[in-house]
Antibody
Framework: EVRLEESGGALLQPGESVRLSCSAS????????MHWVRQLPERGLEWVSG????????EYLESVKGRFTISRDNAKNVFYLEMTDLRVEDTATYFC?????????????WGQGTLLIVS | DLQLTQSPSFLSASVGDRVTMTCRAS????????????VAWYQQMSGEAPKLLIF???SLPSGVPSRFSGGGSGTEFTLTINGLQPEDSATYFC?????????FGPGTRLEIK
């Protein structure tokens, strides 16, 4: 059974930093591209960042470029979202997501989310 | 930048009804492989993570009831639920994933009367 578990959410002030983690199990994590997605307080969904299976290719939402860094540790089946210079508008529930295919596609599995509040 | 709109934003229907909701893309885009966009649909119940309902416009993942169906092409896509059930009360989001940034629609909230 595929399991994704996020951690690291917190209540922080603008300008602070935090690292979110996503622990994965139940599939060959090292073969898969992975994503972070957030759900804003008004309940809209927003893709944030994606990382290739080997960590060499990283993509970011324009509004987080230069502030957020995605990374992964395939030996530990974990990937991360390092978030710096946080803004009030980063307040959201952050989900880690596994796509259908190893190269991407629709989001087949979601974690339960971790809440980040910047206030 | 691609934008997705969904209509209606709110839908109220009764058990057993057939409902259709629409997702429209602001433009036609191709993936890096040259294929035109497909959409995915997600169901999100209150307090839960979204759940994949439809991928590649019309394919159902294992375990999704056959009363859900997806269609469309180009810039207009639909999600239809035949024979509404009480547990279908949720918000439904469409998504395009063929290019970055992946985009979601704003959602259609479905209420079962």
């Amino acid at each position: 059974e595929v399991r994704l578990e996020e951690s690291g959410g917190a209540l922080l002030q603008p300008g602070e930093s935090v690292r979110l983690s996503c622990s994965a199990s139940g599939f060959n994590f090292g073969d898969h591209l992975m994503h972070w997605v957030r759900q804003l307080p008004e309940r809209g969904l927003e893709w944030v960042s994606g990382i290739s299976w080997n960590g060499l290719k990283k993509e970011y939402l324009e509004s987080v470029k230069g502030r957020f860094t995605i990374s992964r540790d395939n030996a530990k089946n974990v990937f991360y979202l390092e978030m710096t210079d946080l803004r009030v508008e980063d307040t959201a529930t952050y989900f880690c997501v596994k796509p259908l295919g190893i190269m991407g596609g629709a989001y087949e599995h979601w974690g339960q989310g971790t809440l980040l509040i910047v206030s | 930048d691609l934008q997705l709109t969904q209509s209606p934003s709110f839908l109220s229907a009764s058990v057993g009804d057939r409902v259709t909701m629409t997702c429209r893309a602001s433009q036609l885009t191709k993936s890096y492989g040259g294929r035109f966009q497909h959409v995915a649909w997600y169901q999100q119940m209150s307090g839960e993570a979204p759940k994949l309902l439809i991928f590649a416009t019309s394919s159902l993942p294992s375990g999704v009831p056959s009363r859900f169906s997806g269609g469309g092409s180009g810039t207009e896509f639909t999600l239809t639920i035949n024979g509404l059930q009480p547990e279908d009360s949720a918000t439904y989001f469409c998504q395009v994933v063929n290019n970055y940034p992946h985009k979601f629609g704003p959602g259609t909230r479905l209420e079962i009367k």
